[in-house]
T-cell receptor
Framework: AQSVAQPEDQVNVAEGNPLTVKCTYS??????LFWYVQYPNRGLQFLLK??????LVKGSYGFEAEFNKSQTSFHLKKPSALVSDSALYFC?????????????FGTGTRLKVLA | EPEVTQTPSHQVTQMGQEVILRCVPI?????FYWYRQILGQKVEFLVS????????KSEIFDDQFSVERPDGSNFTLKIRSTKLEDSAMYFC?????????????FGPGTRLLVL
Protein backbone atom coordinates (compact mmCIF):
# COMPACT_ATOMS: atom_id res chain seq x y z
CA ALA A 1 0.00 0.00 0.00
CA GLN A 2 1.17 3.50 -0.75
CA SER A 3 1.85 5.64 2.27
CA VAL A 4 3.66 8.58 3.75
CA ALA A 5 5.01 8.53 7.28
CA GLN A 6 6.03 11.37 9.53
CA PRO A 7 7.42 9.42 12.47
CA GLU A 8 7.55 12.32 14.92
CA ASP A 9 4.37 13.95 16.19
CA GLN A 10 6.40 16.83 17.60
CA VAL A 11 9.91 18.16 17.20
CA ASN A 12 11.40 20.65 19.63
CA VAL A 13 14.47 22.65 18.70
CA ALA A 14 16.21 25.67 20.16
CA GLU A 15 16.22 28.88 18.17
CA GLY A 16 19.32 29.13 16.02
CA ASN A 17 19.87 25.39 15.91
CA PRO A 18 19.41 23.35 12.76
CA LEU A 19 16.09 21.57 12.43
CA THR A 20 15.02 18.39 10.67
CA VAL A 21 11.47 17.16 10.18
CA LYS A 22 11.40 13.60 8.92
CA CYS A 23 9.32 12.08 6.15
CA THR A 24 9.48 8.66 4.56
CA TYR A 25 7.31 7.29 1.82
CA SER A 26 6.30 4.04 0.25
CA UNK A 27 4.98 4.40 -3.28
CA UNK A 28 5.47 2.76 -6.61
CA UNK A 29 6.82 4.65 -9.58
CA UNK A 30 8.53 8.02 -9.46
CA UNK A 31 6.81 10.17 -6.90
CA UNK A 32 6.52 13.91 -6.62
CA LEU A 33 7.22 14.96 -3.03
CA PHE A 34 5.97 18.05 -1.23
CA TRP A 35 6.23 19.91 2.04
CA TYR A 36 3.50 22.19 3.32
CA VAL A 37 3.29 24.28 6.48
CA GLN A 38 0.26 25.33 8.50
CA TYR A 39 0.69 28.15 10.98
CA PRO A 40 -1.66 28.36 13.98
CA ASN A 41 -5.21 29.31 12.95
CA ARG A 42 -4.14 29.82 9.36
CA GLY A 43 -4.35 27.92 6.13
CA LEU A 44 -1.85 25.79 4.34
CA GLN A 45 1.21 27.15 2.66
CA PHE A 46 3.37 25.44 0.11
CA LEU A 47 7.04 25.16 1.01
CA LEU A 48 8.71 23.11 -1.68
CA LYS A 49 8.40 20.29 -4.17
CA UNK A 50 10.64 17.62 -5.65
CA UNK A 51 9.94 16.35 -9.14
CA UNK A 52 13.25 15.24 -10.55
CA UNK A 53 16.82 16.38 -10.85
CA UNK A 54 18.88 17.74 -7.97
CA UNK A 55 18.11 15.80 -4.80
CA LEU A 56 18.37 18.94 -2.68
CA VAL A 57 15.36 21.16 -3.17
CA LYS A 58 15.26 24.71 -1.87
CA GLY A 59 11.96 26.24 -0.87
CA SER A 60 10.34 29.15 0.89
CA TYR A 61 11.47 30.73 4.18
CA GLY A 62 14.95 29.17 4.02
CA PHE A 63 13.72 25.58 4.10
CA GLU A 64 15.17 22.81 2.00
CA ALA A 65 14.54 19.10 1.65
CA GLU A 66 16.69 16.24 0.50
CA PHE A 67 15.29 13.44 -1.61
CA ASN A 68 16.96 10.13 -0.81
CA LYS A 69 15.71 7.40 -3.11
CA SER A 70 17.55 4.54 -1.43
CA GLN A 71 16.12 5.45 1.97
CA THR A 72 12.77 6.58 0.49
CA SER A 73 13.00 9.73 2.55
CA PHE A 74 12.35 13.42 1.99
CA HIS A 75 13.38 15.14 5.21
CA LEU A 76 12.77 18.86 5.65
CA LYS A 77 15.67 20.91 6.95
CA LYS A 78 16.64 24.41 7.90
CA PRO A 79 20.13 25.45 9.02
CA SER A 80 18.98 27.86 11.71
CA ALA A 81 15.51 27.68 13.25
CA LEU A 82 13.42 30.73 14.10
CA VAL A 83 10.69 30.94 16.71
CA SER A 84 8.37 31.97 13.88
CA ASP A 85 8.97 28.56 12.23
CA SER A 86 6.81 26.98 14.93
CA ALA A 87 3.95 25.38 13.02
CA LEU A 88 2.50 22.12 11.75
CA TYR A 89 4.39 20.61 8.84
CA PHE A 90 2.93 18.14 6.37
CA CYS A 91 4.81 15.94 3.96
CA UNK A 92 2.92 14.73 0.89
CA UNK A 93 3.53 12.54 -2.11
CA UNK A 94 1.84 12.44 -5.47
CA UNK A 95 1.92 9.03 -7.01
CA UNK A 96 0.38 7.42 -10.04
CA UNK A 97 -2.23 4.82 -9.25
CA UNK A 98 -4.65 3.12 -11.60
CA UNK A 99 -4.08 5.63 -14.35
CA UNK A 100 -4.66 8.70 -12.20
CA UNK A 101 -2.60 10.54 -9.61
CA UNK A 102 -3.18 10.43 -5.92
CA UNK A 103 -1.91 12.79 -3.29
CA UNK A 104 -1.15 11.23 0.05
CA PHE A 105 -0.48 13.43 3.06
CA GLY A 106 1.38 12.52 6.22
CA THR A 107 -0.23 13.07 9.58
CA GLY A 108 1.85 16.15 10.29
CA THR A 109 4.70 17.05 12.62
CA ARG A 110 4.36 19.91 15.04
CA LEU A 111 7.56 21.92 15.18
CA LYS A 112 8.20 23.97 18.28
CA VAL A 113 11.14 26.35 18.23
CA LEU A 114 12.14 27.48 21.68
CA ALA A 115 13.61 30.93 22.30
CA GLU B 1 0.94 40.57 -3.66
CA PRO B 2 -1.80 38.58 -5.39
CA GLU B 3 -3.57 36.00 -3.28
CA VAL B 4 -6.17 33.27 -3.49
CA THR B 5 -9.46 34.23 -1.87
CA GLN B 6 -12.29 32.02 -0.67
CA THR B 7 -15.88 32.69 0.28
CA PRO B 8 -17.59 32.23 2.58
CA SER B 9 -15.14 31.96 5.46
CA HIS B 10 -17.65 29.89 7.42
CA GLN B 11 -20.75 27.99 6.34
CA VAL B 12 -23.23 26.02 8.39
CA THR B 13 -25.66 23.74 6.58
CA GLN B 14 -28.10 20.95 7.26
CA MET B 15 -27.26 17.40 6.25
CA GLY B 16 -28.54 16.67 2.76
CA GLN B 17 -28.34 20.27 1.59
CA GLU B 18 -26.21 21.45 -1.29
CA VAL B 19 -23.32 23.80 -0.68
CA ILE B 20 -21.12 25.72 -3.06
CA LEU B 21 -17.71 26.87 -1.91
CA ARG B 22 -16.16 29.63 -3.94
CA CYS B 23 -12.57 30.41 -4.73
CA VAL B 24 -10.91 33.12 -6.76
CA PRO B 25 -7.49 31.85 -7.83
CA ILE B 26 -4.61 34.12 -8.72
CA UNK B 27 -5.46 35.56 -12.12
CA UNK B 28 -2.72 34.16 -14.35
CA UNK B 29 -2.65 30.71 -12.76
CA UNK B 30 -3.77 27.71 -14.74
CA UNK B 31 -3.84 24.87 -12.20
CA PHE B 32 -6.42 24.76 -9.45
CA TYR B 33 -6.91 22.45 -6.48
CA TRP B 34 -9.29 21.69 -3.64
CA TYR B 35 -8.11 20.08 -0.39
CA ARG B 36 -9.85 19.59 2.90
CA GLN B 37 -8.76 19.16 6.47
CA ILE B 38 -11.04 17.61 9.04
CA LEU B 39 -10.46 19.34 12.34
CA GLY B 40 -7.34 18.05 14.02
CA GLN B 41 -6.64 15.56 11.28
CA LYS B 42 -4.45 15.41 8.26
CA VAL B 43 -4.96 17.16 4.97
CA GLU B 44 -6.78 15.35 2.17
CA PHE B 45 -6.50 16.07 -1.52
CA LEU B 46 -9.81 16.28 -3.34
CA VAL B 47 -9.29 17.35 -6.93
CA SER B 48 -7.10 19.22 -9.38
CA UNK B 49 -8.33 21.11 -12.42
CA UNK B 50 -6.55 22.27 -15.55
CA UNK B 51 -7.69 23.47 -18.93
CA UNK B 52 -11.34 23.42 -17.88
CA UNK B 53 -11.38 19.82 -16.81
CA UNK B 54 -10.51 17.64 -13.87
CA UNK B 55 -6.97 16.34 -14.17
CA UNK B 56 -6.79 14.36 -10.93
CA LYS B 57 -9.22 13.37 -8.22
CA SER B 58 -9.05 11.35 -5.05
CA GLU B 59 -11.32 8.55 -3.91
CA ILE B 60 -13.03 11.08 -1.63
CA PHE B 61 -14.19 13.05 -4.67
CA ASP B 62 -17.21 10.92 -5.50
CA ASP B 63 -20.38 11.76 -7.40
CA GLN B 64 -21.51 14.10 -4.63
CA PHE B 65 -18.69 16.48 -5.50
CA SER B 66 -18.19 18.61 -8.57
CA VAL B 67 -16.01 21.51 -9.58
CA GLU B 68 -16.57 24.28 -12.04
CA ARG B 69 -14.88 27.34 -13.40
CA PRO B 70 -18.00 29.15 -14.51
CA ASP B 71 -16.67 32.50 -15.57
CA GLY B 72 -12.91 32.37 -15.99
CA SER B 73 -12.21 33.76 -12.55
CA ASN B 74 -14.13 31.76 -9.97
CA PHE B 75 -13.40 28.12 -9.17
CA THR B 76 -16.20 26.44 -7.26
CA LEU B 77 -16.59 23.21 -5.32
CA LYS B 78 -20.15 21.90 -5.05
CA ILE B 79 -21.25 19.24 -2.62
CA ARG B 80 -24.67 18.07 -3.76
CA SER B 81 -25.96 16.39 -0.63
CA THR B 82 -23.81 17.11 2.38
CA LYS B 83 -23.04 14.47 4.99
CA LEU B 84 -21.96 14.99 8.58
CA GLU B 85 -18.50 13.75 7.69
CA ASP B 86 -18.11 16.54 5.12
CA SER B 87 -17.58 18.96 8.02
CA ALA B 88 -14.06 20.24 7.48
CA MET B 89 -11.93 23.17 6.45
CA TYR B 90 -11.84 23.34 2.67
CA PHE B 91 -8.81 24.91 1.03
CA CYS B 92 -8.53 26.08 -2.53
CA UNK B 93 -5.15 26.49 -4.19
CA UNK B 94 -3.83 27.68 -7.51
CA UNK B 95 -0.39 27.29 -8.94
CA UNK B 96 1.97 28.65 -11.49
CA UNK B 97 5.00 27.20 -13.16
CA UNK B 98 8.20 29.15 -13.45
CA UNK B 99 11.46 27.69 -14.65
CA UNK B 100 9.96 24.22 -14.56
CA UNK B 101 8.97 24.55 -10.91
CA UNK B 102 5.41 24.66 -9.61
CA UNK B 103 4.42 26.76 -6.63
CA UNK B 104 0.99 26.41 -5.04
CA UNK B 105 -0.72 29.29 -3.30
CA PHE B 106 -3.48 28.46 -0.85
CA GLY B 107 -6.56 30.41 0.10
CA PRO B 108 -7.51 30.99 3.74
CA GLY B 109 -10.09 28.22 3.70
CA THR B 110 -13.82 27.83 4.22
CA ARG B 111 -14.93 26.14 7.40
CA LEU B 112 -17.95 23.96 6.61
CA LEU B 113 -20.10 22.60 9.39
CA VAL B 114 -22.78 20.08 8.51
CA LEU B 115 -25.46 19.57 11.15
Amino acid sequence: AQSVAQPEDQVNVAEGNPLTVKCTYSVSGNPYLFWYVQYPNRGLQFLLKYITGDNLVKGSYGFEAEFNKSQTSFHLKKPSALVSDSALYFCAVRSPTSGTYKYIFGTGTRLKVLA
Amino acid sequence: EPEVTQTPSHQVTQMGQEVILRCVPISNHLYFYWYRQILGQKVEFLVSFYNNEISEKSEIFDDQFSVERPDGSNFTLKIRSTKLEDSAMYFCASSDWQGGRETQYFGPGTRLLVL
